[in-house]
């Protein structure tokens, strides 16, 4: 493409000309990009050739730690559906396996896309039709889908109670064909209740609820629920024997919602001395089985279990022993199959916790008196397994942890058993796969083309800083990316160039600490990371975070938030800077200081105009305030000077330079009362004058905001955020961009729309350009494709010729 063409390129072009390009590239790997159709139309036809979307790296599945919750599983239609809770959008997995271990969704479905519900920990069951799916969030409530066994979901997900005072772990589930029944506990001021709430078919919840235990303070926990083809079994863990010595009661409920074991009561299934806890019950044809974990042989815990008839009497009242191991047994869960019921637990008689499992018969008995070791430490530590059966055997499937006190991210793995106990899979199977997560793009231009970096999850070591080269015409040069040598948790990456090279900025964690200091690498042109061990722009004790960097005169200026002065008891942050010269040389080591340090200072920004840089940054009483640096390291406006005085700013100012002029744009909000913002912007010129006033830039019904810019030699380029519904304060929003001349007229007042698609988090634009109208826009998505399931940095090349 060329702007002296005079020619815009078409979506269908721009779609051959990139796939050619991305085919053709001498350095792809085996691995290709993902080249998407193009979203959007209305660009092309407010005059901004746009390219279709596309990666920055090639997405491979991968193996990933990404559950937060151990797993549950339910069978139904032919088929397991393993669901759990996930670091990824939404929050909630699943993945459906064939009896035969072919699984069917290797990254995962997606139970709770955005616009998304507050994710949980989940349960399931299957109606007969459609497997449905609740979980609780302790502080927002429990909420469900259901899924398909063909793996859609249907419908809309619905609300059970949007209470904040439902405690203890996933909800107690169990479905018929008419009607699911939910159990969950209810959280009072002084006394904890087990309720229950039942969900039509069509996922429509019935507002009466039924309390079957009486209101009592401390434990009222661990609530499970089985169906028998004629009324549902609500088990639970009871204070009413004491509160640190619970007991486990249940209550008969009809599909009706009639309570059969008196509102408030229930009745005992075990009472013991020592602790009973965590309950499972299932209905295993004859009775109902119920098994715990137990304390009443004092120590560790073991596991117990006991029959209940139709009628509610209970054949075992002192339990059968399922487990009596060295070490702790505990969590246990059950299923039926074909008149055998596998009990499955997690062990910890290695010393590290394991799955181990037990058949138990219809009428009692215990088959595998010393157990079935089912995991075998793949993972350090294998948790919470859980277990369900269909097509004549078992899955059990658990989260496989670090250590002893990991929480998550795990992975989740299972393995089949068949109903003569053996174990079908050597190795497990694992259900937690994905593309590696990518955010928080940054890019620069070089006389090359561009450097794209971002953060990403591929490693156990969690999120690194990577980066990839980028031909003007969109060909990737890094489709596997280059890895840079960042710590612990980078955040806030900014990139500038020198023409040749890059500078790559961003702010990290101190080992065993909370505070962040600036680190940052050089790139070469072709590729080569220059500071193997990275460089350190700042040693001094206090927290320092988002850099943002520009090169002019020679040199790099890399400005940051700085909290230094904490330690001498001004608990606010001020705006620091260093230069850095090509060879990698921090000029001023730790920084000197742009703001005053009389107010709480924020968001910097850097760019150069006329012969100097130009430092901007957010400040309590004056909104926007700027200070000029020469390359030479002269600070000429200590303190900084006023650029904009009124207006409450939302967000982090943005700049872009024509060399002459800078363009300041900063998101505002519309009111003091109100979380909707607009898109503003000003002029500054390179004596740090404001030409004119602020022009509204971007402004609608919804929050705009989070803007960035760019000149791109004919016009200065503004993309941002919009809300895509309302008050979702850019939960699902949209990216748009506008175009503004040098003298400060908006040419697009509605915004040209770059990544629209429904429903999806299209976040985090940031631009750059390499002249001649060219540019690129990059922002964070949430990609559906089967090969990828999470959120990715996805690219588009505009030119405003």
Known sequence: MSRRSGARLPGAVWRAVLAGLLLACDSMPED??????????????????????????????????????GPAIAFGGGRFLVVWRDTRVGGVFASRMDPDGTLKDPSGIALNPEPSLPSGDPSVAYDGTNFVVVWRNSSDGIFGTRVSPGGAVVGPRFTVSNSDEIGGGPPGLACAPTVCMVAFESIGDLATTITARRVLPDGTVLQNEASLSPDLPGIMSDTTVAWNGERFLVVWADARGGESTPDIYGNRVLPDGTVLDGA?????????????????????????????????????????????????????PGGIRISTASGAQRFPRVAPQGGKSLIVWEDLRSGHRRAWGARITEAGELVDTSGIPISEGEEPEERLPFVAGGGDRYLVAWAGAVDATDEGPMYIRGKRVSRPGE???????????????????????NADGYLVAWRETRSPDGPTVYAARMRPDGSVLDVNGIRLPSGMDPQYIQVASDGRDFLVVWAEREPGGYDKNIRGARVSRS????????????????????????????????????????????????IYGARVSTSGVVLEPDGRRFSSGLAFTS???????GSNFLVTWSEDGTPIRGARMTPGGTMLDPGGFPLLTTGPVASVPSLSTDGTVVLVVWEQWQGPNTNLSDVYGMRVTSGGTVPGTPFLIASGPLSEGNPRATFDGNVHLVVWERDDEPLSFRSVSDVFATRVTQAGAVLDVAGIPLATTPDVAERGPVVASVGGARSVVLFERWVPAPEVNETRVRARLLDSD
């Open 264 to 316: 408030r009561l229930g009745f005992p299934i075990a009472r013991a001395s020592g602790v009973q806890r965590h309950p499972s019950v299932v209905w295993t044809g004859t009775r109902f089985l119920v098994v715990w974990d137990d304390t009443r042989r004092g120590g560790a815990p073991d596991i117990f279990a006991a029959r209940v008839r139709d009628s509610g009497e209970v054949s075992e």
């Open 32 to 69: 290709t990009l993902l080249l998407e159709p193009e979203e959007t139309a209305e660009a092309a036809a407010a005059g901004l050739s746009v390219s279709p979307p596309f990666d920055v790296t090639a997405p491979r599945l991968r193996p990933q730690r990404l559950a937060e919750s």
């Open 603 to 609: 968001s910097p920004g850097v760019t150069h105009a």
């Open 527 to 574: 590729g080569a990371v220059l500071d193997a061990t990275g460089i350190s722009l700042v040693t001094v004790t206090g927290d320092q975070e988002r850099p943002a960097v520009d090169f002019f005169g020679g040199v790099y200026l890399v400005v940051w938030e700085d909290d230094r002065e904490r330690e001498t008891g001004m608990d606010a942050f001020s």
């Open 423 to 445: 174990v079908l899979d050597d190795t497990s199977k694992l259900f937690t796969r994905a593309a590696n997560r990518q955010e928080v793009p940054a890019v620069a231009a």
